[in-house]
């Protein structure tokens, strides 16, 4: 018999797209990911199946391995930054509009609507904080194709499967600077270092892709200050800060 792994919550959207995710990291051949079994709907309950992932002890090599999968995956490139429809950060909604302008993405479709929302959450103005920031964007963000992402990529959404290799959880993809996911790594406590020098060994970042780390981290902090509160602002106007 196999098992199953069954999420249920009130918004069918929410996993409609998180599905689409799914198939859509699975199909590029490069990480285990959980199969979607079905995404519908029972009296006013949403819920999502997938296939249960049955966990093992990482192997010796886990994160050089991790660091390989990532960079296969980000070679999935595109021309334009976004995707063909909108989807999810956490539960908040992510838009996705294209834009072959990475800075332009950046600040529309990811900074601004977290903006938006904060300031009208806590009756804040904190769009003031970053017009000068956004002005330096076009020389600080390197000028890469956009890859496709994980989006959401922290200790939390990642499992070590029963051959003990790396397995993918909980997406939010899109076309984008892969810098992103590599940041995102390190917002939670960082992941070991031989997955950094496995993913350059692969496919090497950009030089000073360190001192972007901040940068794109903005945005999950934003995310993170909407869901959660305050304690994320003081994070996020520290590194504000340095570029005002």
């Known amino acids: ?14 996993f409609v797209s998180e599905a689409k995710g799914l198939v859509t990291l699975k199909s590029t051949n490069t990480f285990c990911m959980p199969e ?51 989807n999810y950060i956490g539960s908040l909604p992510q838009k996705n509009t294209f834009d ?12 601004l609507p977290q903006v938006r ?5 806590f009756s804040i103005n904190i769009y ?16 890469e194709k956009p ?3 994980h989006g959401d990529l922290w200790h939390g959404n990642y499992l070590v499967n029963n051959k003990g290799e790396p397995t993918l959880i909980d997406p939010s993809i899109y076309y ?24 350059n060994l692969e496919f090497p970042l950009r030089e000073k892709w360190e001192e972007r780390v901040d940068i794109w981290n903005l945005y999950p ?8 509160g305050g304690r994320y602002l003081k994070q996020i106007q520290s590194i504000l800060k340095k570029y005002n």
């Open 1 to 14: 018999p196999r098992n199953y792994f069954i999420k249920i919550n009130s918004d069918l959207d929410l």
């Open 36 to 86: 979607v079994v079905i995404c519908n709907k029972f009296k006013e309950t949403h819920y999502l199946i997938m296939e249960f992932i049955e966990s093992a002890n990482q192997k010796d090599n886990f994160w050089q391995l991790f660091g390989q999968q990532l960079a296969a995956l980000h070679r999935n490139l595109e021309e334009r930054f976004g995707l063909g429809y909108n």
């Open 100 to 111: 072959f302008d990475s800075v332009e993405f950046f600040i529309n479709s990811r900074i």
């Open 117 to 121: 929302i904060l300031e009208k959450t």
């Open 128 to 143: 003031s904080n970053f017009e000068k920031f956004f002005k330096l964007l076009p020389n600080l963000l390197p000028l």
């Open 147 to 149: 890859s496709l992402l």
């Open 176 to 199: 984008g600077s892969r810098e992103v996911d590599i940041a995102m790594t390190k917002l939670f406590g960082r992941f070991p270092k031989e997955f950094y020098s496995s993913y």
């Open 221 to 228: 902090l934003l995310v993170h200050a909407n869901l959660f």
